[in-house]
């Protein structure tokens, strides 16, 4: 990535004149089985430049009540967009009940906002990187579509999804009228996101784009690594995911730690801490000093991600490193 970086040949993006990030969009696309693609800097940006497409002022967005875009991305829709979000419980899977998001439809009233556009998330973060089954995405297209609303799919792992799932990611994004991908996380790239969608939405996506001060320039020295990353980076993905589970395994045999393997589908592992002599900061710090980052602002909930980079001698010193901390007054 970094030697197609240093070698890109760049334009002004802004004038649609850098050829690096025209193809990375046009491959992006082609992938998706969509018309056209807009690179954009974050899997926030992506999003909420989708909400501000599909959405006017006080319209109204039904989404997960743990989904990345309504608890972890500030509010933008609101603050930005005066969007309203309505948040529905989510299942352990990441699916939002069908029945539950049908009956926010209610008969037309000039007191309620208008409903413009159901939110999925793919794979879903808070529940572990589990995977929306295909024929759970169609159930909600066809629900969509009856209802007369788009449906967008924040796939910031989306190939992750494709990949447990052995199927296409065009199969996925063909039930979406929308959809965002991340390519700084599995996909391994120091930067950016890609949102799709047919050309009229992304005709309108690269005005919003502008208005969030997301038009860049000679972009292409970083659009270069994503397409590496959909060149090479995909199928590669299912090294992760026989980590992760190599992982949840290992730590499922540590006292202290309750993980379940069979609830690990892609590269997202989480584990309960059932001690309560833990300290969520010394855990962080005493794992640190070993090498081993995790993430415990859920504590005593903590999530572990593998991506390239980590094998299973990462695995392994992960797990023993674990071992160690919870079997000393270095965690407590």
């Known amino acids: 990535m970094r030697r197609a970086m240093a070698d890109a040949e760049v334009g002004d993006d802004v004038y649609r004149e850098d050829p690096t990030v025209n193809r990375l969009e046009e491959m992006s696309a082609e992938r998706c089985g969509k018309d056209a693609a807009l690179f954009v800097a974050s899997g926030t940006m992506g999003n909420l430049i989708a909400l501000l497409t599909h959405c006017g002022r006080g319209h109204e967005v039904i989404l997960g009540a743990t989904s990345h875009m309504y608890v972890q991305e500030q509010g933008g829709m609101s603050a930005i967009g005066g969007i309203y979000p309505h948040p529905l419980d989510d299942l ?79 199969a996925l994004a063909a039930c979406a009228d929308s959809l965002s991908f991340c390519l700084s996380k599995g996909l391994a790239c120091p930067v950016g996101s890609v949102v799709v969608g047919d050309a009229d939405f992304v005709r309108e996506a690269r005005r919003n784009r502008k208005l969030l001060g997301g038009g860049m320039r000679q972009a292409g020295i970083i659009a270069a690594a994503g397409i590496v990353a959909l060149n090479e980076m995909i199928e590669r993905l ?95």
């Open 92 to 170: 352990p899977s990441g699916q939002i009940p069908i029945d539950q998001i049908d009956a926010c439809f209610l008969p037309d009233d000039d007191h309620l906002a208008r409903i413009s556009l159901i939110s999925l998330e793919d794979t879903h973060n808070v529940a572990g990187g589990r995977v929306l089954p295909l024929s759970y995405l169609e159930q909600v297209q066809r629900l969509a579509r009856r209802r007369g609303v788009a449906l967008h799919l924040d796939g910031a792992r989306l190939f992750n999804a494709a990949v447990a799932l052995g199927v296409p990611v065009s």
């Open 238 to 332: 299912a090294e992760d995911h026989a980590n992760a589970r190599a992982l949840a395994e290992g730590l499922s045999d540590i006292p202290g730690l309750d993980v379940d393997p069979d609830t690990v589908e892609t590269n997202i592992v989480f584990a309960r801490v059932d001690r309560p002599d833990v300290d969520p900061a010394r855990l962080v710090s005493a794992l640190q000093a070993l090498g081993v980052k995790i993430s415990a602002g859920g504590f005593p909930r903590i999530r572990l991600v593998t991506h390239y980079g980590i094998g299973r001698a990462e695995i392994a010193r992960a797990v023993s490193a674990f071992s160690q901390v919870l079997g000393s007054p270095a965690g407590r």
